[in-house]
């Protein structure tokens, strides 16, 4: 089920029919006919009872729209999350210990500072333990 077509569904809700729904949306009738049909198809009901110009939701119609709803707010919570620059996640660093104590603070300080989402782990190691870490996918950085 596309995101479009739950779109589709609320705007003929909101809007009152299929007629009203295409003109807001920017389509052409037969699209917004065509994306309630493979709703239709998909569920295994129909969505509308047409009753003339009228258009009245089905139990099934009743049921779906505040998933459609709910579907369509977790998208664009969704895309905000995609559209963020920030990066974020985790990040392993391994060094010897004179470094994660003496150098590596200052740097990290100033990292935390540009990347507030990135989580940091530190592993103190040696360098011949380290090498074999970052060949392995146990840290993302290594500093020898």
């Given at each position: 089920?596309?995101?479009?077509?739950l779109?589709?569904?609320?705007?003929?809700?909101?809007?009152?029919?299929?007629?009203?729904?295409?003109?807001?949306?920017?389509?052409?009738?037969?699209?917004?006919?065509?994306?309630?049909?493979?709703?239709?198809?998909?569920?295994?009901?129909?969505?509308?009872?047409?009753?003339?110009?009228?258009?009245?939701?089905?139990?099934?119609?009743?049921?779906?729209?505040?998933?459609?709803?709910?579907?369509?707010?977790?998208?664009?919570?969704?895309?905000?999350?995609?559209?963020?620059?920030?990066?974020?996640?985790?990040?392993?660093?391994?060094?010897?210990?004179?470094l994660?104590v003496?150098?590596?603070?200052?740097?990290?300080?100033?990292?935390?500072?540009?990347?507030?989402?990135?989580?940091?782990?530190?592993?103190?190691?040696?360098?011949?333990?380290?090498?074999?870490?970052?060949?392995?996918?146990?840290?993302?950085?290594?500093?020898?």
């Open positions: 089920m596309e995101i479009r077509h779109k589709t569904f609320i705007t003929i809700v909101e809007k009152g029919g299929f007629t009203k729904a295409a003109e807001y949306l920017g389509y052409a009738q037969s699209t917004i006919t065509s994306h309630i049909k493979d709703i239709e198809q998909e569920i295994g009901g129909p969505l509308f009872n047409r009753f003339g110009k009228k258009m009245l939701l089905t139990e099934v119609g009743e049921y779906l729209l505040p998933y459609a709803n709910e579907m369509i707010r977790i998208s664009e919570k969704v895309k905000q999350i995609q559209s963020n620059d920030e990066p974020m996640g985790n990040l392993v660093i391994g060094a010897p210990e004179s994660t003496y150098r590596l603070p200052p740097i990290i300080h100033e990292f935390k500072k540009l990347f507030p989402k990135v989580k940091i782990t530190l592993k103190s190691s040696t360098c011949w333990e380290l090498k074999d870490d970052l060949r392995n996918g146990k840290v993302d950085l290594a500093f020898l």
